[in-house]
């Protein structure tokens, strides 16, 4: 079966640090992966998204970039975290399918 | 562009009180709608997913219904256990990748 997971599960950066976040997935191969982020009582914003190794999709002007390094590993970083990045950050992949499943998610607060 | 309306934003019910939860959309050609279920903290669990008008999905106590123009989740005789943020999402051909989210029903069932 298939499984994907996220580290860290929470996390709080002072601002101007900077930020890895990481996603892995399993049992899959080849998938389209996806980082969201979720800000308290609100929807979900698509930040990034990637249909394979190097290719990477960029939703929303900012300071974030997306790295995919391996076939089910995608990275989310900041060179230098604002108070706005703080929010829920979610990743996901779409398999053979339309729908997406979602990871446990990181929260990350930023000081 | 897509867009995906979920009313109401909140809803409280009675343990056994049902009642029913819209998702109005437009998009320019239907591939799927999907439905999740978003605990706090966690990330959305996949719930359903309905492909054309007149389509129903059930689990357990909730059943998804579609139309052209909205899909409601129907929760019966709902149980604490059914509290959660209920998300709705339209995946469309004009965007092959990506899907749309609603902002969310938070529906909170009281014993």
């Known amino acids: 079966s298939q499984t994907i997971h996220q580290w860290p599960a929470t996390l709080v950066q002072p601002v101007g640090s900077p930020l890895s976040l990481e996603c892995t997935v399993e049992?899959?191969?080849?998938?389209?992966l996806y980082w969201y982020r979720q800000a308290a009582g609100r929807g979900l914003q698509l930040l990034f998204y990637?249909?394979?190794?190097?290719?990477i999709s960029s939703e929303v002007p900012q300071n974030l970039s997306a790295s995919r390094p391996q076939d089910r590993q995608f990275i989310l970083s900041s060179k230098k975290l604002l108070l706005s990045d703080s929010g829920f950050y979610l990743c996901?992949?779409?398999?053979?399918?339309?729908?997406?499943?979602f990871g446990p998610g990181t929260r990350l607060t930023v000081t | 562009e897509d867009q995906v309306t979920q009313s109401p934003e909140a809803l409280r019910l009675q343990e056994g009180e049902s009642s029913s939860l819209n998702c109005s959309y437009t998009?320019?050609?239907?591939?799927?709608l999907f439905w999740y279920r978003q605990d706090p903290g966690k990330g959305p669990e996949f719930l359903f997913t309905?492909?054309?008008a007149g389509e129903e999905k059930e689990k357990e106590r909730l059943k998804a219904t579609l139309t052209k123009k909205e899909s409601f989740l129907h929760i019966t005789a709902p149980k604490p256990e059914d509290s959660a943020t209920y998300l709705c999402?339209?995946?469309?051909?004009?965007?092959?990748?990506?899907?749309?989210f609603g902002a969310g029903t938070t529906v909170t069932v009281r014993a």
């Open positions: 049992g899959t191969s080849n998938p389209n």
């Open positions: 998009v320019s050609g239907l591939r799927g």
């Open positions: 999402a339209v995946h469309s051909w004009a965007n092959d990748y990506k899907l749309s």
């Open positions: 309905l492909y054309s």
């Open positions: 990637s249909v394979g190794i190097g290719q």
């Open positions: 996901a992949f779409r398999d053979r399918g339309y729908e997406q499943y």
